[in-house]
């Protein structure tokens, strides 16, 4: 099952893409009960190097300081704030101010070795909002409605091949170029056919998941120089199973499906707004769907502002 959804704003100016992305998700709820998220691109306002730590911590004495000590040996916390604890686990944010992008994923290391606290994501475009449970709840959690942006992607999951938690839900990111996330519905077939080339060339896999899998591939090529759109293209050929997936980038985003049809997509635009998702009923929250288009079997595309 899984719903997934994408919205860009042609303009490049601010919209309130958080309350837009949690109506095209609360749409499609019913496809994914156990957990959901935001890539929410463009609204940070965050200085050049500044990046944005997205960290789950343990309730328990001691622990948040560790973690405050941990990040201020490397590079000095500029601002912080806390989520309220939900299940005895608070989220932890801070920005920090980096020499370079290839320093965030060794200090994201650093911090995972601390027991009972791992970094949800870095990042300096965009905000990523998962979390465990329903849409609104989520929402109503991390104020994801108040938050404005140029575009977003979103998820809601059915899990069907590995744990229900923060960590695991949707989206996905790789740190091998700044700020490209995945969300997915479906499987890949071919996982380890596609992951190992990717490992033995340097990539960090933190889970067995197929959607980081998706991620993965995609930073590599277009870290090779490919375009979004020559990247989807090879996906759908490279990769097998039932599978349809949106990308988001710092500017844009982009879809593929797989080349049998087997995963629902949907499209519609208009002079303002470019729009996909699962189901025609998350459309009709941002737009007037009289020319919805049909996501054909092998189809990609990708919009950018």
Known sequence: MCGIAGVVFKDKNLHPVGKFMTRMLDALQHRGPDSAGFALYGGLGLREHEYLLNIEVKEKPGLLDEVKTTVNAAFPIESEEIIPSVENYIIYRCKVNLESFSQLK???????????????????????IKDVGL???IAARYNTEDKMGTHAIGHTRFSTESIVDR??????????????TVVHNGQITNYWKIRDPLERKGHIFETNNDTECIVHY???????????EEALEQSVKDMDGPFSYIVGTPNGVGI?????????????????????ASEEVALREVMDTSNIEQISPGETRAYTI
């Open 106 to 128: 060794p200090l994201i290391m650093d911090v995972d070795k601390i027991d009972n606290v791992i970094v949800l994501n870095g990042a300096h475009s965009f905000e990523m």
């Open 135 to 137: 849409v609104k709840d």
């Open 167 to 180: 960590y695991h839900a949707h989206p996905f990111q790789s740190y091998i170029i700044p700020d490209i």
């Open 218 to 228: 995609i930073a590599d090529k277009l870290s090779q120089d490919y375009s979004l």
């Open 256 to 276: 593929a499906k797989d080349q049998l049809g087997l995963r629902p997509g949907v499209m519609a635009e208009n002079d303002e707004v470019f729009a996909i």
